[in-house]
Nanobody
Framework: QLQLVESGGGLVQPGGSLRLSCLAA????????IGWFRQAPGKEREGVSS????????NYADSVKGRFTISRDDAKKTAYLQMNSLEPEDTAIYYC?????????????????WGQGTQVTVSS
């Protein structure tokens, strides 16, 4: 059974860090762009970051530039989102998703397979 499994979420104080992981269970990530998205209560799902399937190029939302870093380890079938200097506004459910042979897009409509999400709460 093919699955994307997110982990690494939790409760952290403002200014803290978390590293989210996205494991591809049952398939290879080799030809997929990977995106991280988030959805806060009462808000629409939005793109956070993405990494291409081809050259490792990356893309970030303006709100997370300089604080978040996306990476991938195809040998481990895992993508990561390192989140530093977290702010209460980063509180949301974070999802990873894949898009076959895509560039580093943050267009939700281009992603065709999603994980179940992991909760990130930034609060003192």
């Amino acid at each position: 059974q093919l699955q994307l499994v997110e982990s690494g979420g939790g409760l952290v104080q403002p200014g803290g860090s978390l590293r989210l992981s996205c494991l591809a269970a049952g398939f290879s990530l080799d030809y997929y762009a990977i995106g991280w998205f988030r959805q806060a209560p009462g808000k629409e799902r939005e793109g956070v970051s993405s990494i291409s399937s081809r050259d490792g190029s990356t893309n970030y939302a303006d709100s997370v530039k300089g604080r978040f870093t996306i990476s991938r380890d195809d040998a481990k079938k895992t993508a990561y989102l390192q989140m530093n200097s977290l702010e209460p506004e980063d509180t949301a459910i974070y999802y990873c998703a894949i898009c076959k042979l895509c560039i580093a897009t943050m267009n939700l409509g281009e992603y065709d397979f999603w994980g179940q999400g992991t909760q990130v709460t930034v609060s003192s």
